[in-house]
């Protein structure tokens, strides 16, 4: 039972209430704005920890069930100490653990910190901390949803519509869960004001997972853990939980990654400023080669498959540079180069011989070059494919494993031919330990390769994740059990890095749907855009950002209207990479102005500070226009709307500024001479605008 004595922490922002005798957090509320994001104090939680028994795994131990914790107040009132010993688990009785509690308020945000003594005989795999019994609707709100900085970018309903992700079987409760380091910050956001839950690491020690769960369920099933529920009636609510993966092994104490809670008030980005400014005291941006910050396209080229087209010679390849140095394409991004073509021989980058010789790839590097186009080569470190003899012979032993000591596999990719796409005869592959010296040193082997070859630099595809290969537990690797294997993309990029400045320090390196972290050690970020729900988040935490999407569409206006709109750099794939600039005429020549229209007014489009939506309202057929973005010029502070509709037939359009404009004036993809406007423009579908202040 929730105990009657609170222990209440408060600022000017955040009141937050503790229960004395079970350390349940019963209150928590936004003094700016009276939302009392916990509303009933009888739903308080106050952590969660997972203890597997022998013949028990779901053991869990949850806090609100101990003996009253020790509990040390700040003198000012901002600051708790709790400190729970001999825990109990629900199936396993009295353990020898120690759970101690820090929380603090700084700067109007709650932060909870962990640490897990562990003198018992088992390993205590998680701990959930902070848990929140309820997360209400905020006042003045009809729907909330959850965004963070991942690639995609979209937006996931939280209440009173809810979409869960994971299957229905595995859970008793609608669920969604996001995790780090793809996910380092979520928000539950209205219109005008939210709550922010950041984990606050600059390193990735452990996999942090946001958790959103409706209790005791949805009232309305639109479909598997998809529907409505109506928050703070009855039993009805929504919880929330970070759990950190501890994996305290008998004699360990681990803590926890600092986790941060803060409501805010206002769109989205007074959320995201949360995170911007804490990562403004880490983060650093490396060296970049001078021709990827200047305002340019890329294409990428897919030379071969798993399924062999073999589509063309390397001594072949020029005629694509040809192309793209008369549609001004800076890079070529060469797919499928190495021997048995894109996802097959991971992670062999040894040239095909059935393309020709090394020398031939070589020479036709140098060949674009000389065009002055660069040349990028599809690298992938992520797995080994499982079908080699390589993999079986040599390299199984530095794949992740399981707790059962057996390697994990990934589903791979389907090419080409009806067999495959039947996956029928699908190369599996297996994630490789990041941790394990041998592998990076294996890896640093394969990628030298790619130096060799003369190019430009790589794109490493499927840097942003290791499939179900998160934790590795060989004992062989040199470890610690388990390794967290995300911890290893740094010191494989580090290696990467290391060897690209002893040869050529104006190596470019990309990857694919980067996670935020990773801007630290790559140049430019590539992804495709999924969603037309699609929320600029890490555009917004990162402004100047290399980010690059695929632009795939025979008229394909509408996401080089994106591209415009969210300071993105434009990858023509005509034929999903497997065609020539030329079989797109259309997309490639609005490509044309869209960046022409950039160079021109680069002082907004490409060098300002991206704003996101804020600093103006925009209005079409008297409903607010959600589809545009506001740029500021540094120097001078003024600011540029870019605004595209994206309907099938003509819209008016009017701008407003925040806080009045000068005159404003426009320019188009078609136009760009500036022309006066008074704020008030008509375009056509899948058109573009830019309106500047003078």
């Known amino acids: 039972m929730v105990g009657m004595k609170p ?19 019963m ?32 053991n869990p131990v949850d806090g609100i069930a101990q003996k009253p914790p020790s509990v040390k107040v700040r003198g000012d009132g901002r600051g708790l100490e709790m400190a729970w010993d001999k825990l109990r688990s629900r199936f396993g009785g009295m353990h020898d653990i120690t759970f101690r509690a820090s929380i603090a308020l700084e700067d109007g945000k709650l932060v909870f910190r962990a640490t897990v003594v562990n003198r018992s005989e088992y390993t205590v795999e998680y701990a959930c901390f902070p848990c929140l019994g309820e997360v209400s609707m905020p006042p003045g709100e009809e729907q909330v949803n959850c965004l963070w900085p991942g690639s995609y970018m979209e937006k996931i ?14 859970h008793d409760n609608p669920t969604l869960m996001l995790g780090t380091p793809e996910a380092p910050f979520v928000l539950a956001c209205g219109a005008g004001k939210g709550l922010y839950a950041g984990c606050h690491e600059t390193e990735a020690n452990e996999l942090v997972q946001f958790i959103f769960t409706v209790k005791p369920g949805l009232d309305r099933v639109f479909g598997i853990g998809n529907g409505t529920f109506t928050p703070g009636t009855g039993l009805s609510r929504l919880e929330f939980a970070a759990c950190s993966f501890v994996f305290a092994s008998p004699g360990e104490t681990k803590e926890t990654s600092p986790l941060v809670l803060a409501p805010y008030t206002g769109s989205w980005h007074r959320g995201a400023d949360i995170y911007k400014e804490w990562r403004k005291t880490w983060f650093k941006r490396p060296l970049e080669p001078a021709w990827s910050q ?27 540079g040809k192309d793209c140095a008369k549609h001004g394409v800076k890079a070529i991004q060469l797919t499928g180069w190495n021997a048995g073509g894109q996802d097959r021989n991971n992670p062999s980058h040894d040239t095909d011989p059935r393309l020709g010789t090394a020398e031939e790839l070589k020479q036709a590097i140098r060949e674009i070059q000389a065009m002055g186009v660069k040349m990028v080569l599809f690298n992938k470190f ?5 079908s080699t003899e390589r993999f079986r012979k040599e ?6 494993k399981d707790p059962y000591g057996d390697y994990y596999v990934y589903s791979g990719y389907q090419y080409q031919t009806v067999t495959q796409m039947s996956d029928i005869n699908t190369r599996r592959l297996v994630p490789m330990c990041m941790m394990c010296t041998d592998w990076r040193k294996a890896a640093e082997a394969e990628f030298v390769k790619s130096l060799d070859l003369g190019a430009d630099g790589i794109l490493y595809d499927e840097a942003q994740h290791h499939g179900n290969g998160r934790y590795c537990f060989d004992r062989n690797h040199g470890h610690r059990i388990p390794a967290f294997v995300f911890a290893g993309d740094t010191a494989l990029m580090d290696g990467f890095r290391r060897i690209a400045e002893e040869r050529n320090p104006g190596f470019l390196f990309s990857g694919e749907a980067l996670y935020d972290r990773s801007f630290g050690k790559y140049h430019v970020s590539y992804f495709r855009i999924m969603n037309p729900a699609h929320f600029p988040v890490q555009r917004y935490v990162d402004p100047h950002a290399g980010i690059m999407v695929a632009v795939t569409g025979y008229n394909d206006r509408d996401t080089l209207n994106q591209c415009l709109l969210y300071r993105y750099i434009a990858s023509y794939e005509p034929l999903n990479f497997k065609g020539r600039l030329d079989e797109f005429p259309l997309t490639i020549e ?22 996101g939506t804020q600093d103006a309202r925009v209005v079409s057929g008297g409903k607010p226009h959600e589809w545009f973005s506001v740029f500021a010029d540094p120097a001078t502070g003024k600011r540029a709307v870019v605004l595209a509709n994206f309907e099938a037939r003509e819209g008016e359009f009017e701008v407003e500024m925040r806080d009045g404009a000068r005159n404003l004036v426009v320019a188009t993809p078609e136009e760009q001479e500036p022309g006066n406007c008074g704020g008030k423009i008509k375009l056509g579908p899948s058109s573009s605008a830019v309106l500047m202040e003078e």
């Not at 704005?33 to 969660?48: A, H, N, P, Q, V």
């Not at 340019?296 to 001594?315: M, T, V």
């Not at 992520?382 to 499982?386: G, H, I, K, Q």
């Not at 390299?395 to 992740?400: D, E, M, T």
Request: glycine fraction near 8%; aromatic fraction near 14%; charged fraction near 35%.
């Open 7 to 25: 222990i209440v922490l408060e600022d000017g922002r955040i009141r937050a209430a503790f229960d004395a005798d079970t350390g349940a957090l």
């Open 294 to 320: 200047d305002i340019h396209s890329w294409q990428q080229f897919g030379i071969n498959s798993p399924e062999d087209e073999l589509r063309c010679q390397y001594r072949d390849l020029p005629t694509y």
């Open 27 to 58: 209150e928590f509320r936004d003094k700016e704005t009276s939302w009392d994001i916990i509303s009933r104090g009888e739903f308080g939680l106050s952590f969660r920890l997972l203890v597997p028994l022998p013949d028990r795994r779901n």
């Open 382 to 386: 992520t797995w080994a494919d499982r």
């Open 590 to 611: 609005y490509g044309k102005r869209m960046d022409a229209l950039r160079r021109r007014y680069r002082k907004f489009l490409w060098d300002g500070e991206f704003r």
């Open 157 to 170: 309903p939280l209440m009173p519509r809810f979409i869960g992700r994971g299957d229905y079987f595995g």
């Open 395 to 400: 390299l199984l032993r530095l794949a992740v």
